[in-house]
């Protein structure tokens, strides 16, 4: 379920509390208290009470008195009444209920399934139990017990915690925030945060979302719902529970790294939505985003009272990875005369004490018109000669009137640094965030910078992967499922090599003996190749091989290995008489001048499945803290945006006389593990580490691999371990044409805006507006990054292409509304290609995909002249009906799940 029925929670048009109360006179006068203050226009009735009831409210013993059914029930009642009023209310035409508590509260698992089968009928959505209530002010809604109302406002809050909404309502009290919903989740036993996510991302009143979580249930369903919301608006996370998680653990150093909150980054990063770390940080952030769009670079502007405020602000930006915008002659020129007597910089704008209020209007209306100024941040300081008032006044009046001569409005920041109460009403007044000092000001305006840089990489086109990828999926899979008939948890080294050559990963060369005399004559062999060898002990229970001493270095004759290898096992058989000593690896010593050693890591999280993890590499790995997460599937600018975020990347980068580093290779090789990942979900570690790089490739030294027995997770498809749904190469295909061509059709990939682009430039000008309803005259990034950009969870976009040019020759897709029930599909071919056939074949495609996805009807809008269009849905089954909005558009239909029955 996702956002089936979740009107009634938020647009009933009635409701009843249903008693007998349990929670207290208290909670249930403050309940109806609420009800009635905030005008809510329907029917509202109390049933089970009594009738001592305040004016507006309807008296009833029984549900089944009512004429009509309530849209909204609110349960006060005795819990194990709630299943046969759920099956009762459900069938009358009930749409949602709440179990409301004024405190924790949770439900034995028997109660919930059998609330829960009660509802599923009629698709009841049950909010709780343990929640505090909904609010929906735009509605005149207040269904909820907390500490205050909710004003009406474009701030949408979803909370775990009653006592997270309790704090949030009382600090918007405070600060003049409003809200275009509440949802107090409580037990989330059917709504939760991710059906929220999807209500508010389409809730046109909504213009940020706010979540509190701690734990996510369907990680596939929240990163789906997460990322859709957040290509429409901010959505700002606040997760507890990260100190009762346990310490990574595993065989791998990537086991034991990727701690179960740092996945939870590494999600959220992906999904696109912004991250905080604790209440007020939280408040900061919808301060923030609540009141301003996002930035649109990092370049900040300072106008701050005296020097010590300046030189802190601009500290702070340059601790929080912001910069100093870079003013112009011009602006420069203009603010010289308001800055205090011998500043030599022109940013931070530095006042004097004494400054009037239009000094500071002056100042940042002057930055806001500079181009190479992304916003501004007045930090503003009190003094026995110039009060703050009249300063936080002038700047409110100043930027209600700011309209810029070019692009949009301009983010500004205001800082009082000075106790509480500040004289923050004109602020607000103006929806200018007005913070309690410098750092918090900072702080916010990174809040924007990251989002809006999230929302880049979400949005950013990758490169092409090297045609010549090729991976041998089915070896790697034939040679884990072995281990695994054998009983055995870990690859051998020799296995692993050969999984590495399967996805074309760089290895040093490497012999594999049994014995000290056969790994002497392997160095025979060797040295004739290489001066220096180096000598590994391999034992499943010894996965890591440095800490017992089990690796041996500059090795120069047969004699030395030969003694080398001895000595070892017997030091190794002494130490550890339980450890299972399977071999010995002979490598040569490999020597770059200006390598750098990193680490590359496939680990397994409970929650999110599969994470990748880049870093410092070498035996202190897990110690220099030098690491970085993502979710597969990678591409390439995933990938680089990985390596970005470790402090080895700007070694990597080159530095004096040291060559840059082969990203791109570091890169790929971050691809090929994340693909590892997608086609062999029971290959649950990887350890590459260390992988030399230097500007000439890369190199793999040694590798570890664990393996498990591949399990179903719920909400993905077949033994898939991925919480974000991978290309679908199953449904890669050549079709045959009525004229008896071929074409390959395949999935649309984030790499296909070029040929994308090009593929427009062969469809007539006609046949586009046909497509879109409306001359398209521009390609941009940003509308051709939504149609190659597609969460396969919710989406599927074919493209047909010649089998030799690889040119685009037609598009078909598919877009399922949240429930995943309808489907509203668009097709468009090169204008030239018309007759052929490949509209008919890439419409059975869909049709196919749509039944094969559960999809149950497929929908599309198609303009009445386009009577072409009209026959072939016609010949394929579509019913074909008017537009209720518009005469001139056909509503064609298609009900899928009638042929899903047919096809048995």
Not at 340 to 352: D, E, I, K, M
Not at 811 to 836: F, N
């Amino acid at each position: 379920m996702t956002i089936r029925n979740l009107e009634g929670l938020f647009r009933p048009t009635s409701l009843a509390v249903v008693g007998p109360c349990r929670l207290g006179q208290p909670a249930f006068d403050l309940l109806l208290s609420r009800l009635q203050e905030a005008g809510f226009a329907g029917p509202k009735t109390v049933i089970g009470c009594g009738k001592d009831l305040p004016e507006g409210f309807r008296p009833k013993r029984r549900l089944a008195d009512l004429d009509t059914p309530p849209d909204l029930m609110l349960l006060v009642g005795p819990p194990e009444d709630a299943p046969e009023l759920i099956r009762a209310a459900g069938d009358a035409g009930t749409r949602a209920a709440i179990a409301l508590s004024p405190g924790y509260d949770r439900w034995d698992d028997d109660l919930v399934t059998r609330t829960l089968q009660a509802a599923r009928p009629n698709t009841l959505r049950l909010l709780g139990p343990g929640s505090l209530g909904v609010a929906a002010p735009a509605g005149k809604l207040a269904g909820h017990l907390g500490i205050s109302p909710a004003a009406a406002g474009d701030l949408a809050f979803i909370a775990r915690s009653g006592t997270v909404i309790n704090a949030t309502l009382s600090w918007a009290q405070s600060n003049g925030i409003g809200f275009s919903g509440i949802a107090s989740l409580g037990q989330r036993t059917d709504v939760d945060a991710s059906d929220l996510l999807d209500w508010f991302a389409l809730d046109y009143k909504t213009r940020a979302i706010l979540v509190h979580l701690e734990t996510v249930a369907n990680p596939r369903k929240f990163l789906s719902a997460a990322r859709a919301a957040a290509r429409t608006k901010p959505v700002v996370i606040l997760r507890s529970g990260a100190s009762r998680e346990p310490a990574g653990v595993g065989t791998t150093h990537a086991g034991r790294i990727a701690v179960s909150d740092r996945v939870f980054d590494a999600a959220l990063a992906r999904a696109g939505v912004l991250r905080v770390q604790d209440i007020d940080e939280m408040f900061e952030a919808v301060e923030t985003v609540s009141r301003l769009k996002p930035v649109a670079g990092h370049r900040l502007g300072i106008v701050a009272t005296g020097g010590s405020l300046a030189t802190l602000a601009a500290d702070q930006l340059e601790q929080q990875g912001g910069t100093l915008a870079q003013l112009s002659e011009e602006t420069t020129a203009k603010v010289a005369p308001l800055q205090r007597a011998g500043q030599s910089t022109c940013n931070p704008v530095t006042l004097h004490e004494t400054s009037p209020p239009e000094a500071y209007v002056e100042a940042v209306t002057t930055l806001l018109g500079d181009r190479g100024v992304d916003a501004v941040l007045a930090v503003i300081g009190p003094s026995a000669f110039s009060h703050l008032q009249p300063t936080a006044d002038a700047l409110a009046a100043a930027y209600r009137a700011y309209r810029p001569a070019y692009g949009r409005r301009k983010p500004l920041l205001v800082a009082l640094a000075a106790g509480a109460p500040l004289p923050r009403q004109a602020l607000d007044n103006a929806r200018i965030p007005c913070h309690g000092s410098a750092s918090e000001a900072v702080r916010a305006f990174m809040h924007l910078v990251r989002y809006a840089e999230a929302r880049e990489l979400l949005m950013a086109a990758p490169p092409s992967l090297p045609s010549s990828f090729s991976p041998l999926a089915e070896t790697a899979r034939a040679l884990v499922h072995s281990a695994l008939a054998q009983g055995r948890s870990a690859l051998t080294p020799a296995e692993v090599r050969t999984i590495l050559q399967a996805y074309d990963i760089p290895q040093v060369p490497s012999t594999i003996a049994s014995t000290p005399a056969d790994a002497a004559d392997a160095a025979r062999e060797l040295l004739q190749q290489h001066e220096r060898l180096a000598l590994k002990l391999t034992s499943p229970q010894l996965p890591f091989k440095s800490d017992v001493g089990g690796v041996i270095l500059d090795l120069k004759s047969p004699e030395e290995v030969e003694r080398a290898a001895g000595d070892l096992i017997d030091r190794i058989t002494a130490a550890h008489p339980d450890a299972d000593i399977t071999g010995i690896v002979l490598q040569p010593m490999m020597r770059h001048q200006h390598a750098s050693e990193v680490f590359i890591g496939l680990a397994d999280d409970a929650t999110f499945g599969p994470v990748i993890l880049f870093g410092s590499g070498g035996t202190a790995v897990e110690v220099t803290g030098d690491v970085a997460m993502a979710l597969p599937p990678l591409d390439l600018n995933l990938a680089e945006e990985l390596i970005g975020r470790t402090r080895i990347s700007r070694l990597l980068d080159g530095f004096r006389n040291r060559p840059k580093s082969d990203l791109h290779a570091i890169a790929l090789t971050l691809v090929k593990v994340a693909q590892i990942a997608v086609d062999v979900p029971e290959i649950r570690e990887m350890d590459i580490n260390p992988l030399l790089t230097d500007h000439t490739g890369v190199l793999a030294l040694d590798a570890r691999i664990t393996i498990a027995p591949a399990t179903v997770h719920p909400g993905r498809r077949a033994t898939s371990r991925l919480a974000i749904a991978p290309y679908p190469k199953e449904w890669e295909r050549h079709l045959t044409l009525k004229d008896g061509s071929e074409v390959f059709v395949r999935p649309v990939r984030p790499e296909d805006e070029e040929p994308y682009r090009q593929f427009f430039q062969k469809v007539s000008p006609e046949d586009l507006r046909l497509r879109f309803f409306a001359p398209v005259k521009e390609f941009n990034h940003a509308f051709m990054a939504r149609l190659v950009q597609l969460d396969y969870s919710r989406a599927i976009a074919f493209v047909a292409s010649d089998p030799q040019s690889e040119e685009i020759l037609g598009v078909v897709r598919l877009h399922a509304d949240p429930d995943h029930r309808t489907g509203e599909y668009a097709i468009l071919v090169q204008s030239t290609l018309k007759g052929r056939g490949l509209g008919w074949v890439l419409m059975q495609l869909i049709i196919d995909y749509a039944v094969a996805d559960g999809i149950e009807t497929i929908k599309g809008e198609v303009l009445k002249e386009n009577t072409t269009m009209l026959a072939m849905c016609k010949g394929l089954g579509f019913s074909v009906k008017s537009s209720l909005d518009d005469d001139a558009i056909a509503v064609v239909t298609l009900p899928v799940a009638e042929i899903r029955q047919r096809r048995g």
